[in-house]
């Protein structure tokens, strides 16, 4: 865009020094990030930016191509929209309650509240902000589920753990039953499998192996939660093994031995 900018001087001769010279300096003492990777995702928000921006027709013809993904939040279909690949619709002024930005144009700031309920599926776009950053950190927490050095831990979806019923559990928790597990970052559906015994009743602890959907990065004394889905109901677990293989585990590595029927049958289950 240099064809464009950087003509400090025929636009404002008032100013000291060229502005490119404050970007430069700026980066230089590392006030302002200077992005190493070309931009991948545009979003935009109720500024019609390719309308409104400078030379936005260069910009349109230059950022556009490079981009993967470029997602608007509006409340109308303006020239930006029709270049999304998203179009998120917004409430309007008067559909919600906001404090409205100052423009050159309009240099003055005003509370205003809402007279009218948005249209269908029209957010005020504070809460479609919200909505999509708890999505973004939903997903963040499943793709990173643990910190540590690389290869210290290895993913597994077979733990044996000493299993404790919370106080009141109602109904008892049930041998093969399908819980919701969760760990650090983690949740996952998982069956648990006991081996001491049909259920486990209010405050009951119990030997059991927990087969989980999905593989989990978790060590040897973590603790996790498993959850019945509805009605809500919890107990509390501390893994004292965890096999990332479906092989017979040795008695030497663990607390129980797989000879009884209920243990074949949760090693079935693993197997499965």
Excluded at 3 to 12: A, H, L, P, S, V
Excluded at 217 to 245: C, E, Y
Aim: glycine share 6%; charged share 25%.
């Amino acid at each position: 865009m240099e064809d464009t900018y950087g003509r400090t001087e025929k636009w404002d001769p008032a100013m000291k020094r060229p502005l490119d010279s404050y970007m430069k300096e700026s980066i230089a003492k590392g006030w302002q990030m200077q992005p190493s990777d070309r931009p991948r995702i545009f979003f935009e928000a109720g500024g019609n930016v390719l309308r409104r921006f400078r030379a936005y027709d260069k910009v349109t013809e230059r950022l556009l191509p490079t981009l993967d993904l470029m997602v608007t939040i509006d409340w109308r279909m303006s020239h930006t929209p029709l270049y999304s690949d998203y179009v998120l619709p917004a409430a309007a002024g008067y559909e919600k309650d906001d404090i409205t930005w100052a423009t050159p144009l309009s240099p003055v700031a005003q509370v205003i509240t809402r007279a009218a309920e948005p249209i269908a599926e029209a957010k005020p776009d504070w809460e479609s902000h919200c909505l999509l950053l708890k999505t973004i950190q939903k997903r963040a927490a499943e793709r990173g589920q643990v910190l540590c050095l690389p290869g210290h831990l290895r993913a597994a979806q077979i733990f044996h753990a000493q299993v404790q019923a919370v106080p009141g559990i109602d109904p008892p928790l049930r041998h093969a039953e399908a819980l919701k597990f969760h760990t650090g970052t983690v949740e996952t559906p998982a069956k648990v499998h006991l081996l001491e015994g049909k259920g486990l009743e209010g405050s009951q602890t119990g030997l059991a192996t927990i087969v989980t959907a999905h593989p989990v990065a978790a060590a040897a004394g973590d603790r996790f939660l498993l959850r019945r889905p509805s009605p809500a109901a919890s107990t509390t677990a501390r893994p004292v093994a965890s096999r990332p293989t479906t092989s017979r585990p040795s008695r030497s590595k663990t607390a129980w031995p797989w000879g009884s029927k209920r243990r074949r049958e949760a090693r079935h289950a693993c197997m499965g």
